[in-house]
Each structure stands twice: as C-alpha cells, then as structure tokens.
C-alpha cells in the first residue's frame, strides 16, 4: 500500500510520464514509483512546481493558438471544431491545475486535524469535576457527535463518488494511451501530411495531461478526505467516552432552566428585530407595486405604446409582485421561527420533569407533551422543505430567463432584483429548516432515551431475540421452490428470462389469499344478512348466491395471487393437459354435476324456495349448491338431489311462475236436500277462511248424481308459502262445511251397506222395550 503522506512523490512521477510516447496505467505507475524509491532512495521533483509548469506551458499554447483567428490558417485537414476541442482540453487542463493546486494547498489540515484529535483523545483522562454532571454540557457532547457522525456520511458518499470517477478517468487515460500510441507510429509511417498528425498528436498529449491532472487531484482528494475521516474517527471515539464516562447520573438545576430561557428570549428579540425590519420592506415594496403597476397603466393609455417599454414596464410590476410576495414570505417564516424558538423553553421545562421529577403520571404526561411537540415538528419541517423546494423551483426558472438574454440586456436588471429577492427568502428558508431540524432532532433523541428509561429490562432483550430470528428466517424466505422461463421481446429479438419464485413468494401468497378470502367471506355474509333482513331474498337463496359468489371471487384470487408472483399461466400446460385425462374419466359425474348447477343458476327454472317433484320426490328447495341441491321433504327429510337430474329428468315445478295453487274439495248429500243452499254454504265457507284467496274467488259445482247422494265439488285458491298449510286449509273447511250442514238440518247419506244373514243356525230375537231413534246421519266429504 502507498502511504498517503508520500503519494505526492510518487504521484510526481506518474505525472512527468505524460511526456513519454506510451502511459501506463495509474496503479501500475504509483507501484512502479514506490519500487524505484525504495531501490535508489532518490526523491522525484515537487508535484507543486511539476503542476507550476504545466500550467505556464497550457496558457503558452492557448496563446499560440489565437494566431488560428481563420480556419484557413488551420493546417490542411484540420477543422475549426477541432480546434475548439483542443482550446476546450486546454481550458479544462488548467481549470484542474488550479484545482489541485488548492487541493495542495489544504493537504496538511487533515494531517493536522489528525494529530490535534489524536493528541487530544490521549490527553483526556476524565471529567475535572466529579459527578452528577449538567444535561446541559452532554446535549453538547451529543450534539457534537451527531454533527461529525453526519460529517462522516457525507465524508464516505464523496470518497465513494470520487473513487467512481477515478475509476472512469483511469478508463479514458487508458484509451487515450492507446490513441497516442496509433498517433506515433501513424506520424512516423508517414510521408506527407504530417502537419496534420502532428496536431493530431498534440491534440491528444493535451487531453491526456488533462486526465491526469484531474486524476491526480482525485486521489489527492481522495486521501485527504479520508485522513479527515480518520481524526473524525478519533473525535467521536473521545466523544463517547465521554458520554459514556457522564452516563445517567445527570442534573437540570434551576439555574440551567434560568439560563436556557433568557438565552431563548435573547434570540427571540433577535427575530423579533429582524422581522421588524422586513415588514419595513415589506411597506416600501407595496410601495414600488403600486408605482409599477401605474406606469404600466399609463402607457397602456397611450394610443401607440412602445412594445419594448410596455415589455419592461410588465417585468417591472412582475418584480415588485415577487418581491412583495418573498418578502412576506420572509416575514411569515420569521413569524414561524419566533414561535418554534417561543417552544424552546418549554421542551426544557419538560425535561425538568422528566429529571427531577419522581412522579409517574407527571413524567407519564410530560412524556406525552414531548411527543406531541415532537409531531408538531415534523409537521413543520415538512412544511419548510415543500417551501424549500417551491422557491428553488422559482430561482431555476428566472436563471433559465436570463441565461437566454445577453448581458447588456436591459431586462437583466430586474431578472437579477428578482433573483436576488429569491436567494435571500432560500437562505432565511434554510435558516429556518436548520432551525426546525435541530429542534425535530433534539427533541426526538430525548423521547428515545427516556421512553426506553421508561420501559422494563426485558424489552431491550425482546427486540434483540426478535431482530436476531428476523434475520435468520430471511435466509430461509428467499430459498428458490420453482424456476421457469419467460420469453420477452426487446427491439425485435426474442429474450429467454429464467425467473424463480421463491417461499417466501409462496407464503405470501397463500397468506394474502386466505386473508382476501376471510374479509370477503366476512363482507359476503354481511351482505347476505342485510339482504334476508330487509326481505329483499330468502334465507336459503342468500345462503345459495353466497356459495357461488365466493366460488367466483376464490377463483379470481387465485389469478390474482399467480399474477402478483409473476407466474404464467402457461406453466400449467402440461399439468392442465394430465389433468384433462384424469378429469375425463375420474371426475365427469362431479363435473356434470357441476356444470348443471351453473346452468341451473343462470336459467333459474328451479330456484331456492320452490315446491318442485323430482325422481318420486316432493318438497322445497332449500339450497343450490355445486354438486347438489338440497330438497326438504314436507315431512321434513332433507334430500341431496345431483343437479344433474334436474336437468335429464322430469321436473315438476309447482312454483315457477306463480305461487298460487287451486285446491279442491268434494261433499255429498242426501237426495232432496236444497242443492242452491249446499252451493252457497260451500262458497261461504271458503271465503270465511282467512288463509284462502279471494282473488281467484272460490267457486263450487254440483258435479255429479252419485248412487245416494248428490256431489258437490268445491274449488278454491291459496298461495304456496311458508305459512299456508293446503291440509290444515282443507281440514278446517271440512269443519266449518259440517257444522253448517248439521245447523240446517241437511244430512249426509250414509255409504249403503250389504248385510248377510246365515240360515245355518235360528236366529236369536229379541223385543226391546222402547225403540230408540237412530243418530243423525255423519256427512260424508271426501
């Protein structure tokens, strides 16, 4: 390894190789130098004075190239863009020159920062004054910490780009080597035209100088950043030490409380007086508003204004509304400060508390207070970065405005008012981020310390066990399962991709489709008890569209959930091909069953809730489901139907398109009995019963001349749910019909009877006393 404190030496000859006709690579040159020292134990010259004269021999070629003031004093075949590209390589070489000289310039500081921070880490044995130490003086230490720790980062993400750009320049000096390189051999091949490859060559010696010069300064940069890095290193390992070495045991006295508040309303009257002076401005701006925009008017009241003063006169209202805008800009943002440094003594105040303070709830509270100020901050800080951003954007699109004028345009004057306006409400707008920034991050620090303080010992131990299992179980997230290849088109040609999906992939997936399918199962049923409630479908239909609804949306997660792993349909073919086979034979019967119930779902010849007769059997429908359908028996057995024979069987339905199902009832009378009067006693009857229709109205008939008795046939109409029973219907008409009937006196022939006497033996006679008289005759309804 080179040592950072000799890289100028050895950088020096890696340098004073750019006169030689072939160039090595930097690596190769810097190991080569420290080989050649070593051995010899000579020094090379000064790099400064090296950087000295390449630099007086850059301005003695760019004023040797002014005598070029035609492109016909050019060389034959040289054109005039070569020669700007030439200037430009010299322009560019001395630009870096004085860069690096700078760089050089500030070489030592690192090293001294180093020694200084070095010196100071190894002088420090501890605190002068024994504990408790102030909070006041370790909210410096960290505040400290915190700067040189952001210090660092920015430190590593600029060694990181230069490093990347060395790499790139290393790369150009590379090919330019090689070009140099042609160019030699080329000039010394050739017999004429030399003019031509000597510029040529020329050309590109100046290139290349250029790429080392910037690439030397790179490194040097590179070292001196990260010698800066390193005393940064030595200065927050002191500084925790001494965090460390004051620990918890801390004290806020009153008198810290006192100092931090006449400290925050000495800045406050600093605000408050430099707010005093914008809204001074702010007065003369409305001011120079008014004036402009009168100008302005007065010559759009001349008959023929001049275009050019009628243009300026707009720019100049223009301006004095940007400057009345930033200036109330400025003004509020003051307004806005004064109030975040007005919180100052009051985040203090709670953490008085939180230090002296033994009282539970109050700590608990001022917790509270500390968190809400905290989202209050950040609400801010989100506030002045849009505003940050907003103003940024204005000042880009005035430079754009004036980088299209020349410079002796008149325009420029108030395009630079208005520039100038801009950076000054960007600067305040900074100060009041850094400001929002300090107190966000201040405040932030203090929740965490006393939150955790706040919690039990076994947490910390909790978080860690789980951080711990976190990142062992992502080893075993990301192991591959399935690979499969994608075919892509990219300008033209066919691109073969081999993806993977890995288990985690899988169990993400699994987990997001039950997951998807529980709230849609939940909404579903929701869905469903809202219809039923508001009579809008039955129990048994709701219960059935719910079925088929969630049959659906399980399919489409499926899609969706193969979709969001990125896995093609296509690599099914093959199983959904093996599978047809074994469908084909295993499953049809499931299969027809199946398709029949989507078809019966669709038709609805057969719904839920209709009396219907299938295969021999009577009974509602109570639910359609995917292979079967459910068939409730009126006496109350339930039937599992395939759905299939709905389809390739006879089915009677009794309630298709109508609910309302004709009944009848027959009754005979005795011979001589009022026919008229059994008629209207019949339709009497049918329409004193609540449950039966009376529309259609019931109607009766004497239907036939019987062998004894005169028949009557009684029809009537009820509706088919559930709180009509057709033999409860016809029992009670049976019953009111024969009360009637036995009221008026009608009777009912009795069924005739055949008797037959055997002669075998005498028979026993027997006079009775009295005769008694036969019972009524029973009506006879069938």
Same mark, same amino acid.
């Given at each position: 390894m080179v040592n950072s404190k000799s890289f100028p030496t050895y950088l020096t000859l890696f340098l004073l190789a750019a006169c030689l006709p072939c160039f090595g690579q930097l690596e190769d040159l810097l190991k080569k130098a420290e080989s050649s020292s070593a051995e010899n134990g000579k020094s090379v010259p000064d790099l400064r004075d090296q950087l000295e004269k390449w630099k007086v021999e850059a301005e003695g070629e760019l004023a040797r190239l002014d005598r070029y003031d035609t492109p016909e004093k050019?060389?034959?075949?040289?054109?005039?863009?070569?020669?700007?590209? @030439?200037?430009?390589?010299? /322009?560019?070489?001395?630009?870096?020159?004085?860069?690096?000289?700078?760089?050089?310039?500030?070489?030592?500081?690192?090293?001294?920062?180093? *020694?200084?921070?070095?010196?100071?880490?190894?002088?420090?044995?501890? =605190?002068?004054?024994?504990?408790?130490? #102030?909070?006041?003086?370790?909210?410096?230490?960290?505040?400290?910490?915190?700067?040189? /720790?952001? *210090?660092?980062? #920015?430190? @590593?993400s600029s060694v990181e780009v230069f490093k990347a750009t060395l790499a790139g320049l290393l790369k150009e000096s590379k090919a330019a080597e090689e070009g140099v390189e042609l160019a030699i051999k080329g000039l010394e091949q050739a017999k004429d035209d030399k003019a031509q490859l000597q510029w040529k060559l020329d050309a590109l010696k100046v290139k290349q100088r250029a790429l080392f010069v910037r690439a030397s300064g790179l490194q040097h940069a590179i070292a001196s950043l990260e010698e800066l890095m390193r005393a940064n290193e030595v200065s927050l390992g002191l500084l925790s030490r001494k965090i460390k070495e004051a620990g918890d045991d801390l004290v806020f006295s009153e008198e810290n409380l006192a100092r931090i508040k006449e400290a925050s309303a000495d800045r406050q009257s600093a605000w408050k007086k430099e707010g005093a002076e914008y809204r001074k401005r702010q007065r003369k701006a409305v001011d120079e508003k008014a004036v402009a925009a009168a100008a302005l008017a007065s010559l759009k009241a001349t008959p023929e204004p001049d275009p050019t003063a009628l243009?300026?006169?707009?720019?100049?209202?223009?301006?004095?509304?940007?400057?009345?805008?930033?200036?109330?800009?400025?003004?509020?943002?003051?307004?806005?400060i004064l109030q975040l440094e007005a919180f100052t003594p009051d985040s203090y105040e709670l953490r008085f508390i939180l230090l002296n303070n033994p009282n539970p709830a109050e700590r608990k509270a001022a917790i509270a207070s500390l968190a809400s100020l905290h989202q209050r901050l950040e609400a801010w800080e989100v506030v002045a970065s849009n505003q940050l951003a907003s103003v940024s954007a204005d000042i880009g699109k005035e430079q754009s405005r004036a980088s299209l004028l020349p410079a002796d345009d008149p325009k420029l004057v108030p395009l630079n008012k208005q520039r100038a306006i801009l950076w000054e409400k960007q600067a305040l707008l900074q100060r009041a981020m850094q400001a929002i920034t300090n107190q966000s991050r201040t405040v932030s620090r203090w929740l965490a310390y006393y939150t955790d303080k706040e919690k039990a010992p076994w947490y910390a131990r909790a978080v860690e066990a789980l951080s711990y299992g976190w990142q062992a179980s992502k080893g075993i997230?990301?192991?591959?399962?399935?690979?499969?290849?994608?075919?892509?088109?990219?300008?033209?040609?066919?691109?073969?991709?081999?993806? =993977?999906?890995?288990?985690?992939?899988?169990?993400?997936?699994?987990?997001? =489709? =039950?997951?998807?399918?529980?709230?849609?199962?939940?909404?579903? @049923? @929701?869905i469903q008890r809202i219809l039923v409630h508001r009579a809008v479908i039955g129990e048994n239909q709701a219960r059935t569209l719910r079925t088929w609804v969630m049959l659906l949306v399980a399919f489409l997660l499926a899609l969706a959930t193969l979709n969001w792993l990125s896995i093609p349909l296509t690599i099914f073919a093959f199983l959904a091909g093996a599978l047809a086979i074994g469908v084909g034979f295993g499953t049809q019967t499931i299969i027809k069953n199946f398709i029949s119930g989507i078809i019966l779902l669709f038709e609805r010849k057969v719904r839920v809730g209709d009396i219907i007769e299938v295969d021999g059997i009577n009974g509602v429908v109570s639910e359609i489901n995917t292979r079967s359908s459910i068939v409730r028996g009126f006496n109350g057995i339930e039937n599992l139907i395939p759905n299939s024979l709905f389809l390739e069987n006879r089915v009677v339905n009794w309630t298709l398109n109508s609910r309302l199902l004709r009944r009848e009832l027959t009754l005979g009378v005795a011979y001589g009995s009022p026919a008229k009067t059994v008629i209207d006693i019949l339709i009497d009857s049918a329409e004193r019963h609540g449950l039966i229709l009376k529309n259609p109205e019931p109607f009766a008939t004497l239907s036939n001349f019987g062998a004894a008795s005169l028949e009557f046939r009684l029809y009537f109409w009820v509706e088919l749910n559930d709180k009509t029973n057709s033999l409860v219907v016809d029992s009670d008409l049976r019953v009111m019909i024969e009360k009637r009937l036995t009221e008026l006196g009608i009777c009912l022939p009795s069924p005739p009877r055949e008797i037959f006497l055997s002669a075998a033996q005498p028979l026993e006679i027997e006079i009775a006393g009295k005769r008694k008289e036969p019972a009524p005759a029973k009506p006879i309804i069938s």
């Open positions: 050019l060389p034959e075949g040289i054109s005039a863009s070569s020669l700007s590209s @030439r200037r430009r390589d010299l /322009e560019q070489t001395l630009l870096a020159i004085s860069r690096h000289l700078l760089i050089l310039d500030d070489a030592e500081e690192p090293v001294a920062a180093l *020694k200084e921070a070095t010196a100071e880490a190894d002088a420090w044995k501890g =605190f002068d004054t024994p504990p408790p130490h #102030s909070t006041l003086m370790v909210d410096e230490l960290i505040e400290r910490r915190e700067a040189i /720790e952001g *210090k660092q980062v #920015s430190n @590593r243009e300026m006169a707009e720019l100049n209202v223009e301006t004095a509304a940007v400057q009345l805008e930033a200036l109330q800009s400025i003004s509020d943002s003051l307004d806005a997230w990301n192991i591959p399962v399935n690979r499969y290849e994608e075919t892509l088109e990219v300008d033209g040609q066919k691109v073969v991709q081999t993806r =993977f999906v890995s288990l985690g992939s899988i169990i993400s997936a699994v987990i997001l =489709f =039950f997951i998807a399918y529980l709230i849609a199962a939940m909404i579903s @049923r @929701r």
